[in-house]
């Protein structure tokens, strides 16, 4: 059966497919999106990663429903132990972070984050809620990965408002597209199978080098499953729904 990608389908398994085995990641604050691609990998790929989360679980085996909030206490349940938020930023000064998923406002074409506010900062339109520990973590960190549920000029943009963080950020996922950097820039890897590399130029500020993007290859059964599981009633779907324009 073909299954076709739906922006909350194709941005959950694209930020699970950043996982690599035998490292050590991390799914933050307001992250419902990475903590279900967490989730997820643990569920459909065979190799084997140590899972951190904000609420303190360390490769959480959940007996609960998937909480809605990445900070619910449901996922220190089934925890090999319980980890403080200040050790998180321990580990990352340690070398001892592979992955982090951070989230953001807005991001430029090499990589730097906003979270904290839009417009001039002595009089912005919007104050945003802070980078959380994003500019400590992003420079010492082996990796950081990123996502947008919004792709446009506003969000992916060629100069941001404000300078929340930078350093080892390597991905950028959307719900049609997956940037990976290269050369110190955001470089278009992959698209969605129904957007070509154009369109997702033409709604991205920032240049970015589309040489080498391909089709994102499709879902493997596994993935599909694994999510579906994740789930089963559709709320997560129906809930990212709202916030997701469909560009397909």
Request: aromatic content about 8%; some cysteine; hydrophobic content about 40%.
């Amino acid at each position: 059966m073909t299954y076709s990608y739906t922006p909350f389908s194709y941005t959950v398994i694209n930020l699970a497919r950043l996982v690599r085995a035998n490292e050590v990641t991390f799914s933050g604050v307001n992250s419902t999106l990475p903590m279900l691609a967490c989730l997820l990998a643990k569920k459909a790929y065979s190799f084997d990663f140590t899972w951190l989360n904000v609420a303190g679980g360390v490769d959480a085996e959940l007996t609960s429903p998937v909480p809605l909030s990445s900070g619910d206490a449901a996922l220190v349940e089934g925890s090999a132990a319980i980890f403080g938020n200040d050790d998180f930023y321990d580990l990352c000064t340690r070398g001892g972070m592979d992955l982090c998923f951070l989230g953001c406002s807005q991001i430029d074409g090499s990589g730097a984050t906003n979270n904290s506010v839009i417009g001039d900062w002595h009089s912005p339109k919007v104050r945003l809620p802070g980078g959380g520990g994003s500019a400590v973590m992003m420079p010492t960190l082996k990796r950081a990965a990123t996502w947008r549920t919004e792709h446009s000029k506003r969000t992916l943009v060629d100069k941001l408002f404000f300078q929340t963080a930078k350093g080892n950020l390597q991905n950028l996922v959307t719900p049609i597209a997956v940037f990976n950097k290269f050369n110190g820039r955001l470089a278009l890897e992959s698209h969605h199978p129904d957007v070509t590399p154009v369109q997702v130029q033409s709604i991205t500020e920032f240049m970015t080098d589309m040489s080498n993007a391909k089709p994102t290859p499709p879902p493997t059964d596994a993935e599909v499953s694994a999510l579906a599981s994740l789930d089963p009633d559709g709320v997560f779907e129906r809930d990212a729904a709202k916030k997701m324009p469909s560009f397909c």
